[in-house]
């Protein structure tokens, strides 16, 4: 029987198994040539990561040496990049100009990175992360030194970073999304993995957009939406990959995102197969070695022979190729309905656990640090069976799996008396069951404070709670008062804490805190990014998916799902020009209700979501912006005619109102705060009932605090009087500071003062003069982020997705907005 | 052009990629006079649900989107982003569509 003859294109990692395989099935069959673009062997493409550290050598990884090729026979052309494939004559022809015929043919022509299109790609210094000319290249930047921007932090660019640091680059990572490496991590794990990668002085900036590379000759810059600037002698672009399917849709074979196959790897020609990352099958296509292996034993039983072999999907796990990083993802990841997690955090130790489950069977997991038991979860993820025996016990690792030992009690109860719990204070099991009888303790706190079990590191406080549970039986309540599901800690705690350990991010403070959930509720996370807000002014970027909607678009939404608008009016104060702009703006989008507020200003209810950017557009253009009508923050600073035109008024206090207002928008703060500001004890401006009211005397200004005028109904409490309007705004802006960095979210002024006692208010921000100033010189710092107007912002094009419908189809509905030109 | 013919019962709509919605947010798709709002988890999962809660019409798009569910902006009702039904002691169920994620496209079955 004469030999077929087997052309493959391309000479990757899939073809190089695939021929392995034949070669084992059908020894005999194919007389083979192989085109590679690459002027080398087959070599281990995985494992470029280490090369580039400098860990391996090329030769370390080649799988295929020329030996290997020569002894079956195979002509090998290096280089030679194929450009045409002719059906008809059943040959391909290489640039070189060297034609093949071919009686089965396999496409193996692998993915080409994806490169940004920004101003500056084409820049010498600008690399991808793909074959070994690339690791050289980097290799020779690394030699020259200085720093290298890696521009994608996923798997292959994190491994760029990781190498070009150990080269001895400065890095810095850019990231678009907010956490890294998000197709394999959830956030909290992505959290864990920059931080330490910024332990080893790689820099990691997450939520950037690069806009341009900068150099003359060669990279010098790279520039990043916002404005910022880095230095940069080599820049990596690792943001993806894209099958590579010019050469077989040129020859007309069917392709969609990729080559499509069907299971058997036959393209919609029955004599040409494909594997490898070009490949798209089952409206699938994959980067990682596992399925690529796959496809390579299929294509290779098929062509040895008739088979039943058929490629099917499998989850395969991500590792990161960094020494000393220990990360393992695999399935779901995500948070979905009917999606149970079992999470374990150990934040002392730097490690995080979560398994996803859904119908008691395991769909995913993601470890950290302890990722030992990765391959264990794989196979009940990959047997799908139930899990319901093994649940309570699951997330501690096959080595905690007894027979039938399901409750995680039964461990602790087995301890003999002598058995060490508290490592850090060499306190026995014995020693805090005899306190809990003894003493009648019935809380953690107590147990510590008596026996210092758990009172240092704290890791063992798991175990102490299990003594306790086994010691008081039902009358253990584990549970603190926790602010939502997702925690056991107050809102106090949480504050004290997000300062204490410098959290900065909201995954942060998940992983720090040992977070029961992976994501957090809505209870927690508008709490959470308020509190990282006031915390850390200027460097914590609020993440609108974690505001109430109001926050999110800066309008008030209302019960048919319109929202009302109320542009800021500064201290009551407004003129025939607002006006005029106010009613053009009725008239122009059909407002169906104009009404004054207690607040003294107007609100335009019933305005539709998608005009509210022009709506903001025109009062912008009559100098109106946002009166934050709907924030936790700075609502009004209602006042009285004053001086000005009251026969009874004392001082200015419209003035002194609008300075106030001046000063004060724009601060986010745990509840929303109101102000007044009345000219005589009369009180016209009702400033007795506001959260910081000033009352003017002749003398000077009366300053109170703590009223309410809501569900609760409570007059202010006096804070002092002093006698300048200076004086005035300083104390204001400290008592709000020292509100916002004390207030638990959503906890009023009177609230926060009552439990934290009014005399401390009084003694930091009225006696203490320095106390004063510095909480009064920390708001102003603060305010320098938070003064600028969200209408403008959004006119000028931010979070435009929030106001246009994603699509439209059919008529749509009969609109509220039939745009009239107000009449002039 | 928008529709793609799998199978000529189902009316699978393109309606824009997942990179237009942002993570743990939603976008509408007006269909006549019904809006349906289109989710997006934290870990790039798509749910499509009419904008609407069971309880008093609030509009879901609005709200926040956790752990597979969505909190109306309203009443703060919690509603499951897979089936659509209330979650804990609230009673009542939002209709939900078939979606299709293919790549970074998104489809949306119309027929449905």
Redesign the interface.
Known sequence: MTKQKLVIIGNGMAPGRMLEHLFDLAPDAFDVTIFNAEPRVNYDRIMLSPVLSGEKSFDDIVIHDDAWYAARNIALHKGHKVVAIDRDARTVTSAGGITAAYDKLVVATGSNPFIIPVPGHTLPGVLAYRDLDDVEGMTRAAAAGGRAVVIGGGLLGLEAAAGLKAQGMDVTVLHL??TLM??QL??AAGYLLQKELESRGIEVICGANTKAIHGQEKVEQVELEDGTLIDASLVVMAVGIRPNTQLARDAGLEVQ?GIVTDSAMRTSDPDIFSVGECVEVD?RVYGLVAPLYQMAKVAATHLAGASDAAFAHAETPTKLKVTGVNLYSVG????????EDIVLRDANRGTYKRIILKNNKVIGTVLYGDVADGTWYNEFLKSGEDVSALRDTLIFGQARQGTGAADPLAAIANLSDDAEICGCNGICKGTIVNAIRDKGLSTLAEVRAHTKASASCGTCTGLVEGVMALTLGDQFAKKAEGMCGCTDLGHGDVRRLIVAKGLKSIPAVMQELEWK??????KC??ALNYYLLSDWPGEYRDD???????ER?HAN?Q???TYSVVPRMWGGMTSSDELRAIANVVDKFNIPDVKVTGGQRIDLLGVRKEDLPAVWEDLNKAGMVSGHAYAKGLRTVKTCVGSTWCRFGTQDSTGLGIKLEKFLWGSWTPAKVKLAVTGCPRNCAEATCKDIGVICVDSGYQIVYGGAAGLHIQGTTELGTVKTEEEVIEIAGAVTQMYREQGFYLERIYKWAERVGYDTVKAAILDDLDSRRAYYERFVHSQKFSQSDPWSERVSGVDK?EF??????????ATATTVTEPAE | M?AISRDTAIDW????TID??????A???????M?IA?FR?????V?ALEDKCPH????LS????????V?C??H?W?I????GAAQGADEGRTASFPIRL??RDIY?N?TA
């Open positions: 999304m907010p998000e197709r959830d956030p995102r409206c779901e990841f995500g948070d979905g309905p009917g999606f959930t992976s994501g957090g509720c809505a996370r508008p609108q998916q974690s505001r109430f909607i109001n678009v939404i019960k048919d799902g997705h246009k419908p994603l699509a439209v189809f059919g008529d749509a509905p | 928008n709509r393109h309606v824009g237009d919605i942002p993570a743990q947010g976008r509408c798709v007006t269909n006549g006079a809006t289109v988890t934290a870990d790039d999962r749910f008093r019409n609030g509009p609005q709200g926040i989107v956790h752990d597979g569910c909190t902006p309203l703060n919690v499951s982003l897979e089936t293919d790549g949306l119309l």
